[in-house]
């Protein structure tokens, strides 16, 4: 065994340029697996967190009812008396908000707008005074100012205001239906516009302090929901199924609590989805590296089949020589492994300290990642090692075709051949 | 020692059948030095294949050292070879990225010995067949005549019972021809190893204490001769 490790490792030396070249071909795919991996995940929690931040909060109460039709923004099922659930839930030391989602139309009329026009959008009433507990609304705030209780103003995403060509100080006419279905319109102008990272946010959410929608909506101290805030890396599920318990405990048993995985199903399917497209397109890099292999281990070995011809006269075993080939090939993954991983990890290093910035690809084409600016790589030694482990092995396992082949040829065969 | 008797080997070239050898019966005792001789085609290689044990024949019986070898499976044909034969080629054969050394012990290394004693047999047999002080370069820095010295080694090195040699000086030019062949006779009378080797070389046979004629795949004359 010994020595045929020292023949491996020779003739891995002795065909210097050879080994070179393949080793750089997986070198080559495996760092792109692991910077891809790695951009992949940075992604995803960048989206998480936005999602979570600007969208859905950790964990929402509703009532049941509403949860159903959630779909249809239901204001005829809502929360009477939220602050007897907020109190509780603060109780436990959870940060709690209430807000009112409704839906509706914005109509804007030309000048100071190029030109009369009517959008549908949704509407988040906040407290101004505390809704920056849960969601952190205020850091993105790009001119203008926040919202003010008592005031008929509002809070819009950069991206709708650019689209509609509004600016702070504009005025806007809301067109929704009260709690009880009555049409109603809101005079409204633009006090803040706000640059949130969510685009789902940026691009057609419209936020009003909550007592101008109560009165408004004639809500009567009725919400939609409330939203509490988690550390990122709670565990939400058991806290969401520990809230129903203390509210069922309080005689409340009309009210659901739901975890961010249960309201952003349409994203996480999408994660799962891209997922699996990231992985047809890591197997795509894999095989262009297998091809080098193969490529390469045939060459070797059909270059070498008088020199195979005479191990096996001299009384070498098919199994020696298939060891000694898949060495071998094993030895150039290994090369080509190392030198990936390093060249993946210094490149995952490069953009988890610089980012990269691709604003533009999100600001034109809704992809589902609730992603905006700049984006950091995240470094993931599970895939690491993973990468660094399947380029040895599968290096090794293509050696054993061509080897195979060379080895059902006849001895006399071999040595005949030129 | 080695026993043929009525072997038959046919190819299949296409359309055609290719009459290789069409019976061929021959006794060989131990230490003996024998040229198998004739025209390029007559079977010489084939023969010498079969001895080998790397090719097998349609009819006949080999038997080699008391041996049957038409019996034996491809793992035990390849330990039989490992253990009892030695080859030496027309093209030399040696393993490039191996040093002289490295090249001879790779048969010993097959043979599981222990690190000194594949030293050891090493170093002794390169330089009986005088490559002293070349022992670490590598084939490509060898000339021809250099490079058959070290097969030479690598076969006898494992102490064999038989040496078989096709052509080996057909890549040669006849001064070093006739020196490898000095050799091979001097090893032949040191280790009492048999030699079998092929020519169509008058100066070759010349060599050889027995002569075995082939032609058309059939033994057209058997001579020895001291
Ligand atoms: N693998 C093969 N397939 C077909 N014909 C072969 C093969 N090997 C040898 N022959 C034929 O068998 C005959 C004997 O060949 P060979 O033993 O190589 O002769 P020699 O070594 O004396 O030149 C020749 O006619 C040759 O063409
Ligand atoms: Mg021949």
């Known amino acids: 065994m010994r020595f045929l490790i020292s023949l491996a490792w020779k003739n891995l030396s002795r065909y210097r340029k050879r080994t070179i070249i393949t080793a750089s071909a997986i070198a080559v795919g495996i760092g792109i697996y692991i910077f891809f991996d790695a951009w992949l995940l940075g992604a995803e929690l960048d989206s998480e967190r936005n999602l979570i931040w600007y969208e859905t909060s950790s964990i929402r109460i509703m009532d049941s009812q509403y949860w159903e039709e959630q779909e249809r923004l239901p204001l005829d099922r809502v929360v009477e008396n939220p602050e007897v659930v907020i109190k509780m839930v603060e109780e436990m030391n959870i940060p709690a908000v209430p807000r009112i989602r409704f839906g509706g139309e914005v109509i804007f009329y030309k000048d100071p707008y190029e030109q009369d026009g009517g959008v549908p959008v949704q509407f988040i009433a906040i407290d101004p005074e505390r809704d920056d507990r849960v969601f952190p609304m205020k850091q993105t705030l790009e001119s203008g100012k926040y919202l003010k209780s008592g005031k008929m103003e509002i809070m819009i995403g950069s991206w709708f205001a650019e689209d509609i060509g509004a600016e702070v100080g504009y005025p806007l006419t809301i067109v929704t239906r009260t709690r009880d279905g009555f049409f109603q319109t809101i005079d409204v102008e633009i006090a803040g516009i706000i640059n949130c990272p969510n685009p789902m946010i940026n691009n057609g959410t419209i936020f009003i302090p909550m007592d101008v929608a109560n009165n408004y909506l004639q809500m009567e101290g009725g919400v939609t929901e409330m939203d509490m805030s988690l550390p990122l890396q709670a565990d939400v599920e058991k806290t969401a199924q520990h809230i129903e318990e203390r509210l069922e405990e309080k005689g409340i048993n009309n009210l659901v609590a739901k975890t961010w995985k249960d309201l952003a199903q349409d994203y996480l399917a999408i994660a799962v989805q891209k997922r699996a497209g990231s992985n047809i397109m890591l197997l795509l890099v894999f095989i262009i590296a297998a091809v080098g292999v193969s490529n390469t281990m045939l060459m070797a070995i059909y270059e070498r089949v008088r020199e195979l011809g005479m191990m096996r006269a001299l009384g070498m075993k098919d199994s020696q020589i298939r060891i000694a080939f898949i060495l071998e090939a094993g030895g150039i993954g290994f090369i080509g492994s190392v030198a990936g991983t390093i060249f993946g990890s210094l490149i995952v290093y490069l953009f988890s300290t610089l980012g990269i910035d691709y604003s533009w690809i999100f600001k034109n084409m809704n992809v589902g990642y609730r992603l905006t600016g700049v984006m950091y790589t995240v470094w993931n030694p599970e895939v690491v090692i993973t990468a660094f482990i399947v380029g040895i092995v599968i290096s090794m396992l293509i050696a054993y075709i061509p080897t195979r082949r060379a080895l059902k040829m006849q001895i006399t065969d071999c040595l005949r051949n030129e | ?226």
């Open chain 2, 1 to 226: 020692m080695i026993t043929l008797r009525e072997v038959k080997k046919n190819y299949q070239a296409g359309e055609t059948i290719v009459k290789a050898l069409r019976g061929v019966s021959l006794d060989v005792d131990q230490g003996e030095f024998l040229s198998i001789a004739g025209p390029s085609g007559s079977g010489k290689t084939t023969l010498l294949n079969l001895i080998g044990c790397i090719d097998k024949a349609d009819s006949g019986v080999i038997k080699i050292d008391k041996e049957d070898v038409d019996k034996l499976d491809k793992n035990e044909l390849a330990l039989f070879r490992r253990r009892k034969l030695g080859f030496v080629f027309q093209t030399f054969n040696l393993i490039p990225v191996l040093t002289a050394k490295e090249n001879v012990a790779f048969a010993l290394h097959l043979l599981n010995l222990s690190k000194n004693e594949i030293e050891e047999r090493t170093m002794s047999l390169l330089k009986e067949v005088g490559l002293e002080g070349m022992e670490d370069r590598l084939p490509s820095r060898l000339s021809g005549g250099q490079q058959q010295r070290v097969a030479i080694a690598r076969a006898l090195v494992k102490k064999p019972a038989i040496v078989l040699a096709d052509e080996p000086t057909a890549n040669l030019d006849s001064d070093t021809g006739r020196a490898i062949l000095e050799l091979m006779e001097e090893m032949n009378k040191k280790h009492t190893t048999t030699f079998i080797f092929s020519t169509h070389d008058q100066m070759v046979m010349e060599f050889a204490h027995r002569l075995v004629q082939l032609h058309d795949g059939q033994i057209t004359k058997d001579e020895r001769r001291n």
